[in-house]
């Protein structure tokens, strides 16, 4: 599954970094790739099962993740930036 971000709509919650995971998308402050994220939510797991996975990410950060990664897929739909 190969994933674009446009990186002015990551801030808070998502960073690229070409010396972390070779530059995949992953959540900030750590090395969990926003690929693994979406694949979890594909096979039906809500972000209570995420943070089970990854304890030591709090929920408001994932719930932060989910909120980027929609706000990425509408603006790639619409072709505008966020501000």
């Known amino acids: 599954m190969a994933i674009c971000y446009n990186h ?3 801030s808070k ?7 972390i ?3 995949a998308p992953v959540i900030k402050g750590t090395r969990i790739p926003i690929e693994r ?6 096979d039906g797991y809500n972000i209570d099962a ?12 994932l719930q932060g993740v989910m909120d980027e990664i ?11 930036s966020l501000s």
């Open 50 to 61: 995420i943070h089970q996975e990854y304890p030591w990410v709090d929920v408001e950060t």
């Open 70 to 80: 929609s706000q990425s897929v509408i603006t790639a739909h619409h072709g505008t």
């Open 13 to 19: 919650y998502i960073t690229v970094d070409k010396t």
């Open 8 to 10: 002015s709509s990551m």
């Open 21 to 23: 995971l070779s530059g």
């Open 37 to 42: 994220i979406m694949f979890l939510l594909k």
